[in-house]
């Protein structure tokens, strides 16, 4: 798949497997006092391959809510001004509340997203993040789960996409940068 297009794997499908049942069990034991109270919003589309897993590697109930973000700007980086494309179906107001975010890298649309969602009052608000770039740490945000933290290169797979492409890999990689520059 995607021949010569990765030029390498970052994390294997075994390590992501691994480290998404080590979350969901880190996660299980912290929340069991909300009784199966625990709704997971899932950042599309990034989040979803890794949201799908967790909710499924989780052993207590979790309802699953998705939300589609978008920041203005170019498809590398982003520029903090955020827009909805899609918002919650429900009401999350006394919830607890986790977000799962793909990967996290200057941390503003994460930062924006903390602000909106804290406005709608939920029981409580943690954010479970697979990836995590170095620019990331710099910045003052909760992230209470962390799956890797990763060099600052571009990754795609596992959800994670360049002009839509790579989701599909079931590992996660760095784009050979002839990608980039034959303008695909
Ligand atoms: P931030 O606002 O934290 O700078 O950016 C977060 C968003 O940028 C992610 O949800 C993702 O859509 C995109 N992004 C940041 N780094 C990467 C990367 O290495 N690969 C891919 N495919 N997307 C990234
Ligand atoms: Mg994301
Ligand atoms: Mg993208």
Known sequence: MYDGDIASVLISEQQIKDKVTELAKQVDEDYQDVGGDLLLVGVLKGAVMFMTDFARALPQP????????????????????????????????????????????????????????????PASLEVCTLLRKPDAVQVDLPVKYVGFDIPNEFVVGYGLDYAERYRDLPYIGSLDPKVYTSGV
Not at 64 to 79: D, H, N, P
């Open 62 to 121: 979790a309802q699953l809510e998705f939300m589609a973000v978008s920041s203005y700007g170019s498809s590398t980086s982003s520029s903090g001004v955020v827009r909805i494309l899609k918002d919650l179906d429900r009401d999350i107001a006394n919830r607890h509340v986790l977000i799962v975010e793909d990967i996290i890298d200057s941390g503003l649309t994460l930062s924006w997203l903390l602000k909106n969602l804290s406005s709608r009052n």
